[in-house]
């Protein structure tokens, strides 16, 4: 019997799942076996194509690996539990190499589903700090568009997001649900990151905010990758890269109508959790 013992960790989120789950799932198909090794919480995004899962939780920065240059390391105990099996683990240039299988995610029955789903990111300790848009102006721009804040929620991790005020709080949920809500809500929001191009994965259109420098990992700028390198099923999205990941909340607020003008986006009959 043929197994592929593949390593999903150590990469930035975007990559791992626009790029390295992809080239596993096409990879896969050679195999009578497959076994991925991944952090807690996220089998979900593989489990279409995954025959088993080993919990592995890397120490460090290991989201950088992918981007300067290295490749993660299969750790020695989990190589040795499947002796035979070929190893694949994630580097930039075989990421970018390896054919590459998309699967929709989210698509789930659900009533759980909201006007606005942000991704109020910071990564201080990384020293992006002006990669991360102020929560206070995702607060400014719904005031403006007039949407309640109860109607909308803000996704990520409890430690690298901030609560946008008065929305409903989901940070930390399981991947499986926040696939569910993003593929059944009406719009994503947020900084440029990892849930953002989930969000892209699940068919949630999406408004993102970045800057335009030209980003040597994928030789193009992020407004290419948002809307052609990293986005198989052609989801709608709005970049907003002139102003240095600062646009104004007036420039948001105008991107968030334009994208959902004509679709009932403001209708009193909904609320968190209705379905629409």
């Known amino acids: ?14 990559w791992n799942v626009c790029c390295l789950i992809p080239a596993l799932r096409n990879h896969s198909r050679n195999f009578d076996k ?23 939780e890397p120490k460090g920065h ?6 300067n240059g290295r490749c993660a390391k299969m750790p020695e105990k989990i190589a040795h539990a499947y002796p035979g099996a070929e190893i694949r683990r994630p580097g930039r240039r075989k990421c970018m190499k390896w054919k590459r299988e998309y699967f929709k995610y989210g698509q789930e029955p659900t009533d759980e589903r909201y006007q606005i789903v942000f991704h109020a990111r910071h990564m201080n300790k990384y020293g992006q ?18 949407i309640d804040p109860k109607r909308c929620a803000s996704i990520g991790l409890p430690n690298g997001s901030y609560h946008v005020s008065r929305t409903i709080d989901l940070r930390g949920i399981d991947m499986k649900r926040l696939c569910r809500i993003l593929a059944h809500s009406r719009l994503c929001v947020g900084s440029s990151s990892g849930p953002m191009h989930l969000a892209s994965l699940c068919g949630c259109r999406h408004v993102v905010i970045t ?60 609320s968190a959790g209705d379905s629409q």
């Open 129 to 146: 700090g002006h990669w991360n848009y102020p929560p206070e102006w995702y607060s400014k721009a719904l005031k403006i568009l007039d």
């Open 34 to 56: 497959t076994i991925i090794v991944c952090r807690p919480k996220e089998e979900y995004l593989m489990e279409d194509f995954a025959d088993g899962f080993v919990q592995y």
């Open 211 to 270: 800057g335009n420098e030209w980003q040597k990992a994928i030789n193009a700028t992020n407004k290419k990758q948002y809307k052609q390198l990293w986005n198989p099923f052609k989801t709608e999205c709005i970049v907003l890269d002139k102003d240095k990941w600062r646009p104004r909340p007036e420039k948001v607020a105008k991107a968030v109508a334009k994208m959902l003008e004509g679709k009932n986006t403001f209708g009193s009959s909904f």
């Open 62 to 67: 290991s989201d950088r690996w992918l981007l």
């Open 1 to 14: 019997m043929k197994t592929l013992l593949a390593l999903a960790t150590g990469l930035e989120m975007g």
